[in-house]
């Protein structure tokens, strides 16, 4: 009996439901024992093909050491050394090219050829001296002609089987091209059109070796300068521009470049000149016109030879040809000309960084001594702002003592004054004390600094000890075991209770050591500083002592009189006159007591703030008088300088040793 359609449908229905549904718990577990059931064997997939072993390229294969030739092993050597000991005085791009040019026998020779803002110029100049007469004109030679600086790339321009242009780089162009010149000689010539200027910003010849690429750094247009240095330089320059851009006093190579290095050529097609005219030098006339004309007309016919050679030799190319192939030349063993002139430059210019160095540190500590008249001269503004100083202690002082604020705080006023114990102490604190001194230690520093005496960085300190917020002093605690700064000024401390009245915890900036600041702010004795510690440490005390007193007096006579009327109720024996001075008496004696320590702590804090404006200016003139006596004597060298500068001094022996080693 076959089931109904529905009963069948349903049954299909639920049993791919609780196929579909899997708790988390199960479809883990079957997932697991999928895992660790054992493979069936079977035929295998093909799998993708794996590269072999043998063509990955292992990290000894890309850093592998390069081979050095034996003849120039110690010359590459000593100038790794220099790389590596004498990195802040040498042009690290020109040793770079050095250290290139020993790694074989015969290293390629880079040219640049330095041409005004369009390249035109530079292109016909490096077109004419590889153009190879004998044959008809080639297509690298159209190509180069037909190129143009529009995108601001310089152009490399290197031997090639056949003509190629790669304009992958940003920084350059290069062009390959099947040359015979730079096949035999093994060259590199770089056109470069925006260098000219900034030799001309330089002064000197020397950054004619090191031109500039430009390329751009950001999506802004900004563009980042990556020096590319060269072993010889050609400069073409065209026109009374030109001229004057490479005058005789500018256009000097001076003894730090090597002889030949630099050619600078100006083309007369525009003038009647010729190689001779001593108003030229140093520059190399030519004549680009008659060049290309020559070369021309003895493609035409070989009939032309003598027309060629005679206008070959007017145009004044022979030389430029000379100079561009001279010292290119390979042999086994032997340093090439252009790289032992590229090192020789490398070791006088840097020989040239560590004298100018010397030099500058010696003046350096020369200009730092100041002369002994001066000091005296320091010493006498001291003396004078130290006398106008105790003077305006005692003045001023007095005339804060005297004043009717402070007569206000007498002891039979304390009653409705000893609220005005803070205000009227601090009042004549920050009025009277030492106003005019504290001012007159700028106008001090100021001298000295001017003099030589303080460092900037001292004077900066001073600055913000004195402009400063923060006081030192104000979360000062009360020690009960403290010694008070003046207690031998009291006439009697049983009386007076002095040390109880001025328990100070906190140090006073004078009591530090006299010595030349180092970090931090303390060490230098200010005015400033000690009238904020006068005012956190001694006028809550003082104010304290007060309200004490008054309490007391007040207390012993309320408990007095009120012992007085007891007796009289209780006693019947005991008169009014009786009772009555046994009150009178307890009044006597604490309003007694009341002056006689108010009045002593009053003295007591006069006396102390004079001495302790005595005491702080003391130590300001000696600290002064020390700044002016230990400072100024000189600058000590840097002996992490001198240790570097003599570390450059060996390295740069061993590159001159092993120069006169390979001649």
């Not at 880079?110 to 004998?134: E, F, Q």
């Not at 037909?146 to 003509?163: F, M, Q, S, V």
């Not at 002064?624 to 001198?642: K, L």
Request: hydrophobic content about 40%; glycine content about 6%.
């Amino acid at each position: 009996m076959h089931p109904s359609p529905a009963l069948s449908s349903t049954r299909s229905i639920a049993f791919k439901l609780a196929e579909a549904y899997v708790c988390p718990s199960c479809h883990f577990k079957n997932a697991t024992n999928r895992l660790r059931r054992p493979r069936k064997p079977g035929p295998r997939l093909s799998a993708p093909a794996r590269r072999p072993a043998s063509t990955i390229t292992t990290v000894t294969a890309v850093n592998a050491k390069i081979a050095i030739p034996p003849a120039f092993r110690e010359l590459h050597d000593a100038l790794s050394v220099l790389q590596r000991e004498a990195a802040v005085y040498t042009n690290l791009s020109q040793l770079q090219l050095a250290l290139r040019g020993l790694e074989s026998e015969n290293g390629v020779t880079r040219i640049a050829v330095l041409g005004g803002p369009d390249g035109r110029t530079a292109r016909r100049l490096v077109k004419v001296l590889l153009a190879d007469p004998l044959a008809p004109e080639s297509e690298w030679e159209q190509q180069l002609s037909g190129l143009d600086g529009g995108d601001g790339r310089a152009l490399l321009l290197r031997h090639g089987e056949k003509l190629e242009l790669d304009q992958r780089y940003p920084l350059m162009r290069t062009l390959y091209l099947p040359s015979t010149i730079l096949y035999n000689h093994n060259l590199e010539i770089l056109l470069q059109t925006s260098t000219a200027p900034a030799a001309e910003q330089e002064g000197r010849v020397q950054s004619f070796l090191v031109p500039g690429l430009e390329t751009p750094s950001s999506f802004t247009g900004r563009y980042s300068t990556i020096t590319y240095p060269v072993h010889k330089a050609l400069v073409p320059v065209q026109g009374l521009d030109g001229v004057r851009a490479l005058l005789p006093s500018k256009f000097s190579a001076g003894p730090n470049v090597g002889e030949n290095m630099v050619l600078a050529v100006i083309d007369t097609s525009w003038g009647n000149f010729n190689s001779s005219d001593e108003a030229l030098h140093p520059l190399t006339p030519i004549n680009l016109n008659r060049a290309e004309e020559a070369i021309a007309t003895f493609r035409k016919s070989l009939d032309n030879s003598f027309n060629y050679e005679h206008s070959w030799f007017e145009s004044g190319f022979p030389r430029v040809s000379a100079w561009l192939i001279e010292g290119t030349e390979g042999l086994p063993a032997i340093l090439k000309p252009t790289i032992r002139r590229l090192v020789e430059t490398l070791a006088a210019n840097a020989e040239t960084a560590i004298d100018k160095d010397d030099a500058q540190q010696a003046v350096k500590q020369a200009n730092s001594v100041v002369p002994t008249s001066t000091r005296e001269l320091m010493n006498r503004f001291i003396s004078n702002w130290a006398e106008a100083a105790h003077t305006e202690l005692r003045n001023q002082l007095d005339i804060a003592f005297a004043s009717r604020n402070w007569r206000k705080l007498a002891w039979w006023k304390l009653a409705w004054r000893v609220d005005d114990v803070t205000y009227i102490t601090s009042d004549i604190l920050r009025q009277s004390w030492l106003v005019d001194a504290d001012r007159g230690i700028i106008y001090l520093a100021g001298r000295v600094e001017q003099a030589g005496l303080l460092p900037s960085s001292l004077a900066r300190t001073l600055g913000d000890s004195r402009t400063s917020d923060t006081n030192p002093y104000e979360n000062a605690s009360i020690n009960k075991s403290s010694e008070p700064p003046s207690t031998t000024l009291a006439p009697n401390p049983e009386e007076i209770m002095f040390s109880d009245m001025f328990p100070l915890s906190a140090p006073s900036p004078i009591t530090h050591p006299l010595s030349l600041p180092q970090s931090t702010t303390h060490l230098i004795p200010s005015i400033a500083l000690h009238r904020q510690f006068l005012l956190s440490a001694t006028i809550p005390p003082l104010q304290s002592l007060c309200q004490r007193l008054l309490l007391h007096a007040l207390s012993t006579t309320v408990l007095a009189s009120s012992l007085s009327v007891l007796m009289y109720v209780s006693i019947s024996t005991t008169s009014i006159y009786e009772a009555g001075g046994i009150a009178a008496l307890s009044a006597v004696y604490s309003l007694r007591r009341l002056q006689k320590r108010w009045e002593g702590a009053r003295e007591l804090w006069m006396e102390m703030v004079r001495e302790e404006g005595r005491k702080v200016l003391r130590a300001v003139e000696e600290w002064w008088r020390a700044v002016i006596r230990d400072t100024g004597m000189g600058e000590r060298e840097d002996e992490n300088g001198r240790q570097e500068r003599e570390r450059a001094r060996q390295a740069l022996r061993g590159v001159k040793e092993a120069l006169e080693r390979m001649e």
